[in-house]
């Protein structure tokens, strides 16, 4: 049963839904019904455990930067085929 439902947002919002309701063709009724939807799995859904291993690896990594970088990356290829 479909029931109407009034909704009062800023005028920026409104202009950019519906932008993309344009661009989906998707009603902006559906787009909100399926966010409601997202929300209600996300709600019901138990989370996921980590595994052992993955737990295990965790940290293992050192890198200062928090990014490997190209260089380093050669440095290793360099290493292990010349």
Do not use: H, W
Request: charged share 30%; hydrophobic share 30%; proline share 1%.
């Amino acid at each position: 049963m479909n029931t109407k439902l009034t909704l009062r947002l800023e005028e920026n919002l409104i202009q950019s839904a519906k932008a993309y309701s344009e661009k989906t063709g998707q009603s902006i009724s559906r787009i909100v019904s399926n966010y409601f939807s997202l929300i209600d799995v996300m709600l019901t859904e138990k989370p996921q455990a980590v595994s052992k291993i993955t737990r295990s690896l965790r940290g293992c990594i050192n890198n200062e930067s928090d990014t490997t970088e190209e260089t380093d990356y050669k440095k290793y290829l360099e290493r292990k085929y010349l």
